[in-house]
């Protein structure tokens, strides 16, 4: 079983809809990160979470340590969101900060 | 905003010889890492190096893999004799501290022939 699963694998979308990508996890953690990766390969920083909510811009990320579940929320989607979503974990103790365990991604496609 | 450079972005070996991947970390960070992503797969997380030495490394990254930063800028990754499972994109990233935003070059992709 992997220990970060997302939902969906792949999610398609209107221009202009709500987009909410899931994030579950299966061991404790000290914090929990959100990436973009393009389609030519290149991955985006956008979150680093231990708690609660953060947001920048349409972006909203959410974490409920107690349900060791992350939702990365996307207001008003773009065409330019399309990329693969990204949620990736620093275990509890896990050493480097950036000593990361990934999950599969969720391909989004947003259509004009 | 600042940039994390790779070199070469593809590079091309044949089984057995050595690659050298190159990455320019942001000038004031400490922090580096490397991280592989064989096609189809997830990122998965190689090495980390603060201080002129490893910090930690996964179970993926045995003998054959080295890292350095020669000349306190170019933060390099050498496979010496490369298999064809390391076909995959490497990405370098940088932090300036440990618990900053993480910055991530736009990899190198290895094909191993």
């Known amino acids: 079983k992997n220990e970060v699963e997302q939902s969906p694998q792949n999610l398609t979308a209107q221009e202009g809809e709500f987009i909410t990508i899931n994030c579950s996890y299966s061991?404790?953690?000290?914090?929990l990160h959100w990436l973009q990766q393009h389609p030519g390969g290149g991955i985006v920083s956008l979150f680093m979470?231990?708690?609660g909510k953060k947001k920048h811009g349409r972006l909203i990320a959410t974490i409920n340590i107690q349900e060791k579940h992350s939702s990365l929320h996307i207001t008003a989607s773009h065409p330019r969101d399309s990329a693969v979503y990204i949620c990736?974990?620093?275990?509890?103790?896990?050493?480097?900060?950036?000593?990361?365990?990934f999950g599969k991604g969720t391909l989004l496609t947003v259509n004009p | 905003e600042p940039e994390v450079t790779q070199t070469p972005s593809h590079q091309v070996t044949q089984m057995g010889q050595e690659v050298i991947l190159r990455c320019v970390p942001i000038?004031?960070?400490?922090?580096f890492y490397w991280y592989r992503q064989i096609l189809g797969q997830k990122v998965e997380f190689l090495v980390s190096?603060?201080?002129?030495?490893?910090?930690?490394k996964s179970e993926i990254f045995d003998d054959q893999f080295s890292v350095e930063r020669p000349d306190g800028s170019n933060f390099t990754l050498k496979i010496r004799s490369t298999k064809l499972e390391d076909s995959a994109m490497y990405f370098c990233?940088?932090?300036?501290?440990?618990?900053?935003?993480?910055?991530f070059g736009s990899g190198t992709q290895l094909s191993v022939l």
């Open positions: 000038s004031n960070h400490l922090y």
């Open positions: 979470l231990s708690s």
């Open positions: 990233a940088t932090a300036g501290d440990g618990n900053e935003k993480l910055f």
């Open positions: 990736a974990v620093r275990r509890m103790g896990g050493g480097s900060n950036y000593k990361l365990t």
């Open positions: 061991v404790g953690i000290s914090a």
């Open positions: 190096f603060y201080n002129n030495e490893i910090s930690e």
